[in-house]
């Protein structure tokens, strides 16, 4: 009897054992680069995989990941490394070049759209007393254009230079940093891009006068009509305290970047999920509003065929251009 009872035992966990590696072995685990700790990024790539693994945890499980930001996950991406990142469209247009010190001289032939998640306005604020109304203003001043290297970086230098602007420095640090050197004296003016009210505006507004300056007509048409991921906009009033009426501007977008090596399905499943659960990621940050199928189609690389797929289930024409090689030999 007690011999029978052990062979059962011992088949009952044979089953169990069979069973959970097979569940194992089906669960897709796949990564989604966000950013540093605190910024817009972080946020939103943790909301991303939090959502996708409350309604999709059957086949999948997601983990975010902190990182550098956009060059950062793009290169994981590239390099099989993610699965999911966030960028800013700027960044994928370096990336796509291959020209810029970060990619190695290589262009990322891997990265595929994916999801478009919010817009970001260009933003210069300066202190109340430096007297700084407009962008000739900065000139002889140290002006602040975030991390070295980056996307945004290399481009202000360049549209400095085409409209004869000469800082006397350009301080090269985080957003957060450069906000608190500007409190203490060592930056004049910040350029960045970003959702507002951005935090650490927010905060040395509450206790520093500022001023925003506003592109002028010229300026806005020449930032668009010189780098494609750009568009003229304007940043919406009442942002700050100083900045109460809209502001003339240029917007560029941050998305959700997926890679070729991942298949359609998933790629379908994820992006659907998300859609259709935007009001998770609207808990998160409020800037989830624009998480919209239509505003995919501001991507300024082709798009995977698992949203290929999605958008045209919902009717949404699709230009030839965002269109991948791939979608043609289907």
């Known amino acids: 009897m007690k011999r029978k009872c052990s062979l059962f035992l011992l088949v009952v966990l044979l089953l169990f054992s069979v069973t959970s590696c097979g569940k194992s072995s089906n669960t897709k685990k796949y990564s989604v680069g966000g950013g540093s700790v605190g910024g817009n990024f972080y946020l939103m790539g943790g909301g991303v995989a939090n959502t996708l693994n409350n309604y999709i945890n059957d086949k999948y499980i997601y983990s ?25 469209t700027a ?115 509450s206790t520093k006068d500022l001023n925003f300056v506003e592109l002028s007509e010229e300026e806005q048409k020449e930032l668009v009509d010189t780098y494609s991921f750009y568009t003229a906009s304007d940043m919406p009033g009442g942002s700050y305290k100083a900045a109460k009426d809209d502001i ?48 995919i189609l501001n991507y300024n690389i082709p798009l995977h065929l698992g949203v290929i797929k999605y958008l045209e289930e919902l009717g949404i024409e699709i230009p030839e251009e965002l269109l991948p090689e791939e979608y043609n030999k289907k």
């Open 64 to 88: 975010a990941e902190t990182t550098g930001g956009s060059s950062a996950n793009l290169v994981m991406l590239q390099d099989g490394n993610a699965e999911f990142g966030i960028s800013m």
């Open 91 to 205: 960044s994928i247009a370096e990336a796509i070049e291959g020209k810029a010190k970060w990619t190695d001289g290589k262009s990322f032939d891997k990265l595929r759209g994916g999801l478009a998640l919010y817009p970001s306005w260009l933003t210069i604020y300066t202190l109340k007393s430096s007297g700084i109304e407009t962008l000739d203003d900065l000139n002889g001043k140290v002006v602040g254009l975030g991390s070295k290297g980056m996307a945004m970086d290399s481009v202000f230098r360049e549209f400095f230079e085409s409209r004869g602007i000469k800082p006397s420095q350009i301080h090269n640090d985080g957003h957060s940093a450069t906000a608190t050197a500007i409190d203490n004296g060592i930056v004049d003016a910040a350029v960045l891009f970003s959702y507002p009210p951005f935090a650490s505006i927010s905060e040395l507004e």
């Open 248 to 295: 003339r501007s240029v917007s560029e977008w941050n998305m959700l970047v997926t890679s070729v090596d991942v298949p359609e399905e998933d790629v379908y499943i994820a992006v659907k999920t998300l859609l259709e659960h935007q009001d998770d990621m609207l808990a998160v940050h409020g800037s989830a509003k624009y998480m919209t199928p239509e505003n």
